[in-house]
């Protein structure tokens, strides 16, 4: 029998660069989606100085009574409006420890974290690609103290609207969230474009 010949194999095409660029940024950004190589960008909890008006008002409200007793009363009636405002100071100081440590919050490249309560804890984290909208909001007296309120309206069903409370510096906070949600969202649309 004679042999048959064989046609040879056409040669195979060069990968085509764009497609290795493609594949390596879908690779990038899987890496970046990765809970493995999340980062972390800010941490912070609620100022003390959230507590100057409270305090404010704890101190004017002593010294109005103090005054007042001692003017139309004896001074042994001003000394007892101070124990008692000592005593009234107590409970504030309680509600600004739970104010400052029962609070943390922490946000990463991906997900924002919010920590509550001091002996038992519940976490609640929000992805970061399903936050629609930033705000911050400030009294005056947190313009002049420098604190206030960052507002994070997301699409999650559970978290709809997560407050970052008495925070020193709000605007940093906002533009970090601002920043890093867009650049995960993009991310996000790159890989469903693929």
Do not use: C
């Amino acid at each position: 029998m004679a042999d048959i010949p064989v046609a040879p194999k056409p040669p195979r095409p060069p990968p085509d660069p764009l497609d290795a660029t493609a594949r390596q940024n879908a690779a990038d950004t899987n890496s970046q989606l990765d809970p493995a190589t999340e980062k972390d960008l800010w941490q912070g909890r609620a100022s003390w100085k959230s507590l100057y008006p409270l305090l404010a008002l704890w101190l004017v409200l002593v010294l109005a009574a103090i005054i007042l007793l001692g003017l139309y009363s004896s001074g042994r009636a001003a000394l007892y409006a101070l124990y008692v405002g000592l005593i009234l100071l107590a409970p504030l100081l309680v509600v600004g420890v739970l104010r400052v440590w029962g609070l943390s919050y922490k946000l990463t490249t991906q997900r924002l974290f919010i920590r509550r309560g001091i002996l038992t804890q519940t976490v609640d984290q929000t992805e970061l690609m399903r936050v629609d909208d930033v705000k911050i909001r400030q009294t005056l007296l947190e313009r002049v103290l420098r604190i206030g309120l960052v507002e994070v309206s997301s699409s999650d069903r559970t978290d709809a609207k997560l407050s970052i409370r008495h925070i020193d510096d709000p605007e940093t906070v906002a533009e970090h969230v601002r920043r890093h949600t867009r650049t995960v969202q993009r991310r996000t649309v790159f890989m469903e474009q693929l």
